[in-house]
T-cell receptor, first 114, second 113 residues
Framework: SAVISQKPSRDICQRGTSLTIQCQVD?????MFWYRQQPGQSLTLIAT?????????ESGFVIDKFPISRPNLTFSTLTVSNMSPEDSSIYLC???????????FGPGTRLTVT | SQQGEEDPQALSIQEGENATMNCSYK?????LQWYRQNSGRGLVHLIL?????REKHSGRLRVTLDTSKKSSSLLITASRAADTASYFC?????????????FGAGTTVTVRA
């Protein structure tokens, strides 16, 4: 499986600001996904990051709030914009390698908005 | 949306005992996966079981799948304190070209020394 890293690992941000989270994979992967895990909850898919085109968002998530980039097959960013305390969550990226259904997660970014 | 439901929500056992948790789902699947999460950190992939498989083993882990009942179970044998974590099942949808996962609510397992 690929090795996935995320930056930052955690951050405390003020309301109204934005934070960009980076996800780096050590090999080229077919697909990358971004998930949110609110405190004490399960994981919810935010969007699929598409290489060279706009991300595909799930119901309830919009590009203005969560802009995503994927400039190549090993890197993606998720920005949490105009943050409010409700955005306090763990944000995780996930990669899907070619020819497999097994999927691996990054270590997560723990975001606290005050 | 969550397509898997897990029970129990929480489980507390003594070290050395076995832990069993169950996952149910509503629609057809291509595969079902189990993950572990320690203290709100990243998820660790444990086992993937395909819809045409009934049982799979990995070390002290045993996963079963009953597609007629739309349910799966994860058994951890001879538990250790390090098994303390949240365990999630994730459903891979029925369409072969759809790689999204839908996660259950998770089971929090506490192993007492």
């Amino acid at each position: 499986s690929a090795v996935i890293s995320q930056k930052p690992s955690r951050d405390i941000c003020q309301r109204g600001t934005s934070l960009t989270i980076q996800c780096q994979v050590d090999s080229q992967v077919t697909m990358m996904f971004w998930y949110r895990q609110q405190p004490g909850q399960s994981l919810t898919l935010i969007a699929t990051a598409n290489q060279g085109s706009e991300a595909t968002y799930e119901s309830g998530f919009v590009i203005d709030k969560f802009p995503i980039s994927r400039p190549n097959l090993t890197f993606s960013t998720l920005t949490v914009s105009n943050m409010s305390p409700e955005d306090s969550s763990i944000y995780l990226c996930r990669e899907l390698g070619q020819g497999t259904y097994e999927q691996y997660f990054g270590p997560g970014t723990r975001l606290t908005v005050t | 949306s969550q397509q898997g439901e897990e029970d129990p929500q929480a489980l507390s056992i003594q070290e050395g005992e076995n832990a069993t948790m169950n996952c149910s789902y509503k629609t057809s699947i291509n595969n079902l996966q189990w993950y572990r999460q320690n203290s709100g950190r990243g998820l660790v992939h444990l086992i993937l079981i395909r819809s045409n498989e009934r049982e799979k083993h990995s070390g002290r882990l045993r996963v079963t799948l009953d597609t007629s009942k739309k349910s799966s179970s994860l058994l951890i044998t001879a538990s250790r304190a390090a098994d303390t974590a949240s365990y999630f099942c994730a459903r891979g949808p029925g369409r072969s070209n759809d790689y999204k996962l839908s996660f259950g609510a998770g089971t929090t397992v506490t192993v007492r020394a």
